[in-house]
């Protein structure tokens, strides 16, 4: 019988106690048996940075004089701003506009003096140059209750801008969808007895002998021919678009041909291309891209040329801009990219009291306008799964077009 060369233990082999040990989860917990790793292991676990460094809500810690003593990363890219430039500054003009410092200095006393936090709701941070709407809630860090000279506070920022325009842009749509329902009705309504009208006022015309009356039933078919074109007008193109491959590029340059042959009288005129060439091509119908951008010219034109004193010794200027947008909303869908396309002028601004209703039907502020181009040019951009935009102050006037593109 062979034997083994050296004595096999049958023993079980016994596990160390700290293997035998489970989290609150039931999983295994793995033993660190280095002592100077569990130092430092404990040592980090308390830094703050450590356990904010990966949060996704931005923080940010204030001395008691409410200076900024840190921000983690989530903080650094809201702000657009490093720690090492922002680090020792007040947090004040931060969180409010110029005119609120004062308001939002109290309130950041408030919490020192009284313990109890706040949470302050759809607010707007100005930040390079745009506003970002977030929600921020202020909390005290008790150091030391007994004295307020070392009564830090914390402050999270949960971005909010995602969450306001989807809910901006349903809103939007569908009260746009409900309004061009109803004109629709009503262009139908109209349009209905208008052939009746004008069959009767030609056998009118035909069966009077004398041919004074020629006059007026004429003005009866001229008017009715009108009240036709304009019900045509409202109940919108039955045509689908066209898909095909369109470099956005073509149908400004078309556009901008137009206007130089449409306005050559208006020798200051100043049309600026601001055109970023590398941007792919996008799906969508060459033509209505034209119609849209075209109508929306036009409109900035009239707005420059029309009233001059408005411009205030300003050039008129027209500038098409083109850019990629990164991670934009579109549709309540966030794209990892979408074109713009941004048609801008400098003219006297369009009123407050407009805008939010700027691309409902028959809402103009023109006396001679019909107040359905922007209806129908937004109604194109949605069956490309568009949309348009538009913001305005006085001396500057950006109508946004953004598309989505095969990625």
Known sequence: MLRPTSPVS??????????????????????????????QSSRASVTPATLTDYLQTAVIQVAPDFTIEYLNPAAEALLEVSSHRIVGTSVIPV???????????????????????????????????????VDYTVSLIQDDPSSLLCQRLIIELLPIDRLMRISRDEHLNQQHQI??????????????????????????????????????TDIIINEVDRLKTLADTMLGSRQWPDMQPVNVHEPLERVRQLLLAQYPDCIHLNIVRDYDLSLPDVTADRDQ??????????????????????????????????????????????NKSVIGIDIEDNGPGIPDDLLESLFYPLVTGRANGTGLGLSIAQDIMHQHGGLIECRSVPGCTVFSLYLKWDT
Do not use: C
Request: hydrophobic share 35%; charged share 20%; proline share 6%.
């Open 289 to 334: 891209l034209i119609q849209i951008i075209l109508n929306i010219a036009v409109n900035a034109m009239q707005a420059m040329t029309e009233n001059p004193a408005s411009m205030q010794g300003r050039q008129p200027t027209l500038t098409l801009r083109t850019r990629i947008q990164r991670m934009f909303t579109l549709n309540g869908v966030l």
């Open 179 to 216: 309004a061009r329902q109803l004109v629709r009705g009503v262009a139908h309504e109209i349009k209905n007895p208008l052939g009746g009208i004008r069959g009767a006022t030609q056998l009118l015309a035909r069966s009077m002998p004398n041919s004074s009356v020629q006059e007026y």
């Open 10 to 39: 049958t023993a079980p082999v016994s596990n160390p106690p700290e293997s035998k040990s489970k989290s609150k989860s039931g999983v295994r917990a793995k033993a660190n048996t280095h002592p100077e790793t569990r130092t």
């Open 95 to 133: 969180l409010s506009a110029p005119h609120q410092l004062a308001v939002t200095k109290q309130a950041l006393q408030r919490v020192q003096a009284s313990g109890q936090g706040y949470t302050l709701r759809e607010t707007a941070l100005r930040i390079g140059g745009r506003d970002k709407w």
